[in-house]
C-alpha cells in the first residue's frame, strides 16, 4: 500500500496545478492517471500552440448552473499569474485576438512547464493505471485501488476532466466517483462544438459548404461576433462553437451575415442610384458570392435591383439580418471542446472545491459544472480550480 497526503486521479492541466500547489505546501502528492502521455487534452488544444488563458477571462465568460460559484476561484488565480509561470519558463507567447494567449512554438512547452513544476515539489506521476475502485475509510481516509497497486491518502482529488474526445482518453470516471459519494451530477452536453442540420436544411445549403463569413450569431441572450464556417454537416467556426455553449435541442439560432450593415438601408441606397446591377451581384458586395447567389436562390431572387419587389426585398434583408436555423445537434462528444454540465457545484465548497458532504473528496476542472467560453477560458478554470483545491488539500 502506498500512502500519500493527497492523490490526484486525472493528471491533465487541473489535476497537475493541483499537485503543483500542494506540493509546495510539503504535502506529498501521487498524480494518477490511465494515460501513457502526459497532457494529451493540453498537447492538442489550440491547434497545437495552446490557448493557455485569456487577458480578460472573468466569470461572465462561464456556464454553470449556479453563476456564482466560480468567482472565487477565479478571482484568486489570474490569467497573470499563470502568464508569469509560462515567462518563469522562457515560453514564448502572443495574444492572437481577444485576450487570447497561445504559445509562439508548442503546446508540450505548457506540458513540459507543468511536469517541470510538478517535479519540482516532488508530485509522483502514475501513469498507465486503470483506477478499479475507490473507498473511503471509517477513519477518513481514501483507498485508490489500481490495476498495479493500492493507494492511501487523506485527501482524494477527481480531475479526470470531461466527456469530451474519447479518442484520446476521456472517460465518464469523474461523474461515477461524484455518484457513488451521493454527489448530484448536471446533464452533461457536448459544447463548443459545431452544429448539425436535419437533412432538409443541409440539402438547402449543402453548396455553401467551405463558405467563411463574419457574422453575429445569437442564442438564448448571448451573441458572439466571430466567423461562421459551412461544413457538410452544418455549421462551425468560432462564433458558432460559442453559440453551442448556450444552445439546447430545439432552440434556433439566429445569424446576421452582415453584421455592419443595415441592410434595408443598402438596398434603398442601392435602389436611390438607380443601380442596375443583379441583386446576387448587389449581395456579393457584402457578403461571399456563393452565399449570395444561394439566398438569392432560397428567396426565388432573380434579376436586377430595378425590379426587386418589396416583399422580396424584405425576405432578402431578413435573411441577412435574422437567419434562423434550427440546428438538428452538435456534432458529438468526438469533436467538441468541451462538456457543459458535470459535478453540481451546490455539492461543492466554492473555496475549495471540497464536497460538502464528503470531507477529503474534491473536484477540479472540467469535470465540475463550470464550463468557459472558447479562447483560453477553459484552461483558466483549470489553472484556478487546481489552485483552490491546492491551497486546501
Ligand atoms: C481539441 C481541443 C482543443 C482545446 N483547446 C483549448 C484551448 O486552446 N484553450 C482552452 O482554454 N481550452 C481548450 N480546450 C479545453 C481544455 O482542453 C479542457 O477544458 C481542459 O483540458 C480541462 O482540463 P482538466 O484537467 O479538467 O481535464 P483533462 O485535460 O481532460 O484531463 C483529464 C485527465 O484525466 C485522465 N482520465 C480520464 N479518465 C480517467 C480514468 N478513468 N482514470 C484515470 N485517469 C483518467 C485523462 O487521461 C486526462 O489526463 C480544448 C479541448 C479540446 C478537446
Keep these: 500500500m502506498l500512502k500519500f497526503d493527497v492523490v490526484v486521479i486525472g493528471a491533465g492541466g487541473a489535476g497537475m496545478m493541483c499537485a503543483i500547489h500542494t506540493g509546495r505546501r510539503g504535502r506529498s ?21 495552446c490557448n493557455f488563458t ?18 472565487s476561484a477565479l478571482s484568486r488565480y489570474s490569467p497573470g499569474e499563470f502568464i508569469e509561470m509560462v515567462e518563469k519558463h522562457k515560453i514564448a507567447y502572443h495574444e492572437k485576438k481577444l485576450g487570447q494567449l497561445f504559445c509562439d512554438g508548442s503546446a508540450s512547452q505548457i506540458v513540459d512547464m507543468l511536469v517541470a513544476e510538478c517535479d519540482k515539489v516532488g508530485a509522483e506521476f502514475l501513469k498507465g493505471r486503470i483506477v478499479k475502485e475507490v473507498k473511503k475509510e471509517s477513519d477518513g481516509s481514501f483507498l485508490i485501488y489500481t490495476n498495479t497497486e493500492s493507494l492511501s491518502c487523506e485527501s482524494l482529488v477527481i480531475a ?6 474519447p479518442q484520446i482518453g476521456a472517460t465518464g470516471f469523474g461523474y461515477q466517483i461524484a455518484q457513488q459519494f451521493g454527489l448530484n451530477v448536471v446533464e452533461t452536453n457536448p459544447a463548443l462544438d459545431g452544429f448539425n442540420f436535419s437533412a432538409a436544411d443541409l440539402s438547402k445549403f449543402k453548396e455553401l459548404t467551405g463558405v467563411s463569413v463574419d457574422s453575429l450569431v445569437s442564442v438564448n441572450k448571448a451573441a458572439f461576433r466571430e466567423n461562421i464556417l459551412f461544413t457538410h454537416t452544418g455549421l462551425s467556426g468560432p462564433a458558432s462553437l460559442q453559440a453551442s455553449l448556450y444552445w439546447k435541442k430545439g432552440d434556433s439560432i439566429h445569424i446576421n451575415i452582415a453584421p455592419d450593415i443595415d441592410p434595408v438601408r443598402y438596398f434603398n441606397e442601392r435602389f436611390a442610384e438607380g443601380s442596375n446591377k443583379e441583386v446576387k451581384n448587389i449581395l456579393a458586395e457584402i457578403i461571399p458570392r456563393r452565399l449570395a447567389e444561394i439566398l438569392c436562390q432560397m428567396e426565388n431572387i432573380k434579376g436586377n435591383i430595378s425590379e426587386l419587389s418589396e416583399v422580396k426585398m424584405r425576405a432578402i434583408t431578413n435573411r441577412l439580418e435574422n437567419w434562423q436555423i434550427t440546428p438538428q445537434g452538435t456534432v458529438g462528444y468526438k469533436k467538441a471542446e468541451v462538456t457543459r454540465g458535470g459535478v453540481d457545484t451546490n455539492a461543492l465548497s466554492s473555496q475549495t472545491m471540497e464536497a460538502k458532504k464528503v470531507p477529503g473528496l474534491y473536484f477540479i476542472g472540467e469535470v465540475v459544472d463550470v464550463t468557459g467560453q472558447l479562447g483560453g477560458y477553459n484552461f483558466q478554470w483549470a489553472w484556478a480550480s487546481g489552485y483552490a483545491a491546492g491551497q486546501a488539500v
Excluded at 485569456?54 to 468567482?71: R, T
Design 54 to 71: 485569456n487577458i480578460n477571462a472573468g466569470p461572465d465568460n462561464y456556464v454553470s448552473n449556479n453563476p456564482h460559484f466560480h468567482k
Design 160 to 165: 479526470t476532466g470531461g466527456l469530451s474526445i
Design 29 to 49: 502528492v501521487a498524480l494518477v492517471d490511465h494515460a501513457t502521455v502526459i497532457g494529451r487534452k493540453i498537447l492538442i488544444s489550440g491547434g497545437g500552440r
